[in-house]
């Protein structure tokens, strides 16, 4: 890894560019950069996420994801390098499975409402499509390992689940917020 900085204003990033985990320097628009920034982001959105009540087990399970997000962008910033194991898209995978299975059938889309929890959780998932969009952009110029955008898939799919199980815990007996379609509309005056 590169050297750590303890001095946070350096102003060496004052011409545009940024410095790589390998010491090479880049446009701050630079593909990977814009990778790791929105990884940062996703970072920073289940760091507020996780300032809401939860139950436990969801607790553990997104400090985990931090700290992947964290390995991640490590990964991301230094080419070539490899520091997200695919035991983390596992993880996130047997995740999926617990979580969705407690959850009831969708009816219709659902809207990115509810509990504040669950509305955070639904920006975690598009900040989690975003991420993965970038690294897929990255991917085209790059040579880019498969887990990075496997593991942002699956966690977008996990944010989308566990903003149906935030809906669900505050113990009001609440329900995903749906999206008002004609379908739905016509079934329900039949």
């Known amino acids: 890894m590169g050297n750590r900085l303890t001095q946070i204003a350096t102003r060496t990033g004052d011409d545009g560019t940024t410095g790589l985990g390998d010491n090479t320097r880049v446009p701050k628009h630079h593909l990977r950069v814009q990778a790791m920034g929105d990884v940062d982001e996703l970072n920073s959105h289940i760091g507020l996420l996780l300032c809401e009540p939860m139950a436990p087990e969801v607790r553990e399970l997104l400090i985990d994801v931090q700290h992947q997000l964290f390995n991640l962008g490590g990964e991301l910033s230094i080419p070539g390098f490899e520091l997200l194991q695919e035991q983390a898209v596992l993880q996130l995978d047997q995740a999926l499975a617990t979580h969705n299975a407690a959850l009831p059938r969708l009816q219709e889309f659902i809207l990115p409402a ?41 966690l977008s799919d996990l944010m989308f689940v566990l903003s149906r199980v935030f809906n669900r815990m505050d113990g009001s007996g609440g329900d995903d917020v749906y999206w008002k379609s004609e379908r739905l509309a016509r079934a329900a005056a039949e």
């Open 114 to 154: 509810g509990t504040r929890a669950a509305a955070q959780a639904h920006i975690c998932r598009t900040v989690a499509r975003r991420a993965e969009r970038a690294v897929v952009a990255l991917g085209v110029q790059e040579t880019v390992r498969e887990t990075p955008r496997h593991y942002l898939n699956r």
